[in-house]
């Protein structure tokens, strides 16, 4: 009954495997925009707003300024690296990843 089946639902079973391939691609690229997002807010905060953060030191503004733009790096890296994943798979006609992800 196993093999029959799968032969019998392929495209069924393919087309689920994507969609289930394209939620992890969306739930990936939504987290890395979302620490973009927040990155850059530190950044404007600490650029244009600095008085309104609770420490004031120079250690802790130079920490912070350091961690924002590490963040934002990171962001930037994961969403190229999943780009080129994906590409990488649809050049390669992997049968799983038939399809670039829907952006939304």
């Given amino acids: 009954?196993?093999?029959?089946?799968?032969?019998?639902n392929?495209?069924?079973?393919?087309?689920?495997?994507?969609?289930?391939?394209?939620?992890?691609?969306?739930?990936?690229?939504?987290s890395a925009q979302?620490?973009?997002?927040?990155a850059k807010l530190?950044?404007?905060?600490?650029?244009?707003?600095a008085v309104g953060?609770?420490?004031h030191s120079t250690e802790d503004f130079y920490k912070n300024a350091e961690e924002a733009l590490a963040l934002l790096a990171d962001a930037n890296d994961r969403l190229e690296t999943l780009e080129?994943?994906?590409?990488e798979q649809i050049n390669d006609?992997?049968?799983?990843?038939s399809s670039q992800p829907k952006n939304k």
């Fill in 1 to 8: 009954m196993g093999t029959k089946f799968v032969e019998e």
């Fill in 10 to 30: 392929a495209n069924k079973i393919v087309n689920l495997v994507n969609a289930m391939n394209n939620k992890v691609y969306e739930m990936l690229k939504a």
């Fill in 34 to 38: 979302a620490d973009i997002t927040k």
């Fill in 42 to 49: 530190s950044l404007d905060l600490l650029g244009n707003n």
């Fill in 53 to 55: 953060i609770g420490d």
């Fill in 84 to 87: 080129n994943f994906y590409q």
């Fill in 93 to 97: 006609n992997s049968p799983i990843f």
